[in-house]
């Protein structure tokens, strides 16, 4: 597709499960990002994928998230042993090379995790 | 300790007026910042940026300004129009931009009356 792509857009889990969230960025986008919303926060910076390499993972709440990105492309987010605070909208973007970046992300719709 | 704070969670105006949005940051690093609009259920999308050597950034209805001295920034839409009507989030950036995270505030949702 054309855009970033997130899957599942919902997903309700019990408290204690492990979820996945997936993101498939845009083609040719080498950057890739982790974002996640609470209810009336903002944007919180999760993870930052430069490649298959995290350069900065200093937004990761807990030892409980981790995420890979395989290929350059694909990238997974993991929540183990889900808490009820980990409900939120997990956003994911992605962002052209180095030298052809305006400092601009896009964002795919949101996978929106509720944690009973 | 939010390095972006944007204080008004909301903002109403009337179609056709100028609508006025605002953003404060702390860090002195910053040199590099963006405004995004958010659509019910839809992804974040840009709407313009500026960087620390300018002031001022138009494109079409919508103009950024940046106070450096102040670490104030303001979006500012005229005329307004009904499909204006989302959630504005500032975000700032300091390597210029080019990669790393963006630090984002908590948005103002605007909401534009015909």
């Known amino acids: 597709g054309a855009g970033v792509s997130q899957s599942p857009s919902n997903k309700v889990t019990e408290k204690g499960k492990d979820v996945e969230l997936r993101c498939d960025p845009i083609?040719?986008?080498?950057?890739l990002y982790w974002y996640r919303q609470s209810l009336g926060q903002g944007l919180e910076f999760l993870i930052y994928f430069q490649g298959n390499s995290a350069p900065d993972k200093s937004g990761l709440p807990s030892d409980r998230f981790s995420a890979e990105r395989t290929g350059g492309s694909v990238s997974t987010l993991t929540i183990q042993r889900t808490q009820q605070e980990d409900s939120a909208v997990y956003l994911c973007?992605?962002?052209?090379?180095?030298?052809?970046?305006?400092?601009?992300?896009?964002f795919g719709e949101g996978s929106r995790l509720t944690v009973l | 300790d939010q390095q972006v704070k944007q204080n008004s969670p909301s903002l109403s105006v009337q179609e056709g007026r100028i609508s006025i949005l605002n953003c404060d940051y702390t860090?002195?690093?910053?040199?590099?910042f963006l405004w995004y609009k958010k659509y019910p259920a839809e992804g974040p999308t840009f709407l313009i940026s500026?960087?620390?050597?300018?002031d001022k950034n138009e494109d079409g209805r919508f103009t950024v300004f940046l106070n450096k001295s102040a670490k104030h920034l303001s979006l500012h839409i005229v005329p307004s129009q009904p499909g204006d009507s989302a959630v504005y989030f500032c975000a700032a950036s300091g390597d210029g931009g080019s990669q790393g995270n963006l630090i984002f505030g908590k948005g103002t949702k605007l909401s534009v009356k015909p």
């Open positions: 083609s040719g986008h080498t950057a």
């Open positions: 860090n002195s690093m910053f040199d590099y």
């Open positions: 500026i960087s620390s050597i300018k």
């Open positions: 973007a992605s962002s052209p090379p180095v030298g052809y970046n305006t400092g601009e992300l896009f």
